[in-house]
């Protein structure tokens, strides 16, 4: 029998190059996976999703053995619960478990964009852009089509999976000119109103809109009319066009209308780029597709939206309905939190909806208000609700730029009071006990108002500084 070389830190961290780790990766992973059953485990949002369907038929195609396991958080808990045997692959999660990784006497793999904290275990091997040097911002989803072309060429079909997958994560940076991915796709890149789905009528885009939110017109048909009348949009044959077919003389008028009503003093947030890819034979808003799969999943079938994502007429009428379900949710919530009782301080919001508001979305509609008009620049929201087990789900977003790191707030949070935690730098959350419910509130409160004193110092008075020198 082949001697098993150790899988350890100096080969999966020495490469400059992300292409050349996923390289590496993919044909450790296929020597491996000949004599091992594989466990991959992946995260249940639009870009875990697309990573587990990519992964999925990447390994049918290549007949390995393998099972599928769609997680909302990676916790030691759920390690200890993971097969003892066989290969653990690991999608969009993973990167800040190493340590417990490294106590597990089997050989891991982890596809993953998120921050890394900790030290490369021998058994893990890891390709994260946090880790090598990469030309393009990248999402799982961007690094599981890598994967599965460095597998098989036959693969490079999923490559709108991936586009999907990076759109999901708010990857905007897409480019035609230099990415492999967007080439391979054959990804339609038009730059527009980013309302979707830009392939439907204007008018239905408009009243289910959550990004941007529009206060009076989203969730609301009669603001939707007198925002398009505002904008001088008329019918066409009893329609409104779809979004796309806008001339730039009407994208002009609304994008204008939209701005009143949000009271932005700027296009950001509201042109941008639009993805359209086929899908099911026809072209479709990637935006869309995404808010698709993230419905489905947040809903609890996680599964169904694999299925979907690989292209089963079976799935799409589920899918459709959930997501017409999950559409209404949002609208809810955002009303329900116009009436919730808030803590407000100097550059921060907590929201605390209790059983008012789904622990599934709660991350959405943190992430519609942050996009929204109603909070200035800079501002910290914060969400909560009350989950299964007794536990809460928090989520963070920065309302536009700030130099707050979430991720670090949420970290430090979590070690003085316990939980889980996770995310980006702009937007990043934790799970806790629901015991330490106002302990969290009042220790969050406090970790936000230093950061915002390190960031923001207070002037020192030129006359005082003076007095002091002599």
Known sequence: MEEEVSIGKSESTDFVSLKEAINYLAERFQKQSEKSPVHVVSHFDTDGITSASIITKCLQRDDVEFDLTILKSLTPEIISTLPKEGILFFLDLASNSLDILATLNQQVFILDHHEVSQEIPENVTIANPRLQESNEEISSAGLCYLFAKKISSENKDLAPLAIVGMVGDSIETISLNNSEIARDSEVIIKKGLKIYPSTRPINRALEFSSSPYIPGVTGDRE????????????????????????????????????????????????????????????????????????????????????????GQADAKKSVENMYAKYKQ?????????????????????????????????????????????????????????????????????????????????????????????????????????????????????????????????????PQENQSQNL
């Open 223 to 310: 603001g939707v009319v007198q925002l398009l009348r505002d904008a001088k949009i008329e019918r066409d044959d009893g329609k409104y066009k779809n979004l796309i077919e806008l001339s730039e003389e009407e994208m002009t008028r609304i994008v204008t209308a939209i701005m009143l009503k949000t009271m932005k003093k700027s296009e950001e947030g509201i042109i941008g780029n639009i993805f359209l890819i086929k899908q099911f034979n026809q072209l479709e808003d990637a935006r869309e597709l995404s808010a698709k799969i993230n419905a489905t999943s947040r809903l609890g079938e996680p599964y169904k939206a694999v299925l979907y994502c690989l």
């Open 329 to 461: 949710f949002i609208i809810s919530g955002l009303k329900k939190v116009e009436k919730l009782e808030k803590a407000e301080g100097k550059g921060y919001l907590i929201i605390n909806a209790k059983n008012e508001i789904s622990d599934a979305i709660i991350g959405v509609i943190a992430s519609i208000l942050s996009h929204s008009s109603v909070y200035e620049e800079g501002t910290i929201i914060v969400a909560m609700s009350y989950s299964e087990e007794k536990k809460i789900k928090v989520s963070g977003r920065a309302v536009g730029k700030t130099n707050r790191n979430l991720r670090e707030i949420f970290e430090r949070v979590t070690l003085n009071i316990g939980g889980e935690f996770g995310g980006h730098p702009q937007a990043a959350g934790c799970i806790i006990d629901s015991m330490r419910e106002q302990e969290f509130i009042e220790t969050i409160k406090k970790s936000l108002e230093i950061e915002l004193v390190k960031i923001n110092p207070s002037p020192v008075n």
